[in-house]
């Protein structure tokens, strides 16, 4: 299972990336509000920092704008992947950027159909919003455990990019129905990180060697 960052914040993305945890990024227009600065130098920074993949989003929904925001995208770096929303004069955007070499990421996936089509116009990545299917009272995960199963039906190769994840349990479902990726917030990552009883054992471990260096003050490995 790959993990992205569903983040445009440099110091979260650094200090994952640190980990040796990352294998990417997604960005969306909500995200870049959020950060301080010039957004294109956020997109710049987030590229050079990231070797892996970075999901950039083009903003215009008519097909000669997305593909002009596309190629415009690109120019930030080599690992650049172009988001592009799932609508119909995405989709044809979808094509037309495979044709000139350029990755693609398909936002905003709702149903298992969606991502049929998306995969079909050529998208390397599908991202299913699934806490937003969760909020709206279908179950998110479910349409990941189709979509799994369709495309290996199928053979179909665009990776399968599960978004709008909410809390760590979505992520072993994710796990568990072989999706290839999923993109998390920040905060989400820190939970799967922690747990209380590392932090206990932790404590035990520094206070009972604690007890052999009284004894023996000149030890050292
Ligand atoms: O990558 C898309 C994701 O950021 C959407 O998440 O929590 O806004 O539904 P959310």
Redesign the pocket.
């Known amino acids: 299972m790959k993990i992205f960052l569903?983040s445009a914040n440099i110091e979260s993305i650094k200090k994952y990336n640190d980990m040796g945890i990352l294998d990417g990024v997604?960005t969306?227009p909500?995200?870049l509000s959020k950060e301080k600065g010039d957004p294109r130098d956020v997109m710049n920074e987030i590229v050079r920092t990231i070797r892996g993949p970075v999901s950039l989003e083009v903003i215009g929904t008519d097909y000669e704008v997305m593909m002009d925001e596309a190629h415009k995208l690109k120019k930030y770096g080599q690992n650049v992947v172009v988001k592009v929303p799932m609508i119909p004069a995405g989709l044809r955007a979808v094509r037309s950027l495979k044709e000139d070499g350029i990755p693609t990421n398909v936002?905003l996936v709702f149903s298992s159909n969606q991502a049929i089509l998306a995969a079909k116009a050529g998208a390397a990545y599908i991202?299913p919003?699934i806490?937003?299917l969760d909020d709206n009272g279908q179950d998110g995960i479910n349409i990941i455990r189709e979509i799994g199963q369709i495309f290996s039906n199928y053979k179909f190769e665009t990776e399968i990019l599960v978004?709008?994840?909410?809390h760590p349990l979505h992520v072993i479902e994710a796990g568990k129905c072989g999706a290839d990726i999923v993109?998390l917030?920040p905060d989400i990552l820190h939970k799967m990180l922690m747990h209380p009883l590392t932090d206990v054992g932790l404590s035990n471990f520094i206070s009972d060697w604690k007890k052999v260096r009284d004894m023996n003050p000149d030890l050292v490995f």
């Open positions: 569903d997604t969306n909500t995200l936002t991202s919003f806490g937003r978004a709008s994840i909410r993109t917030p």
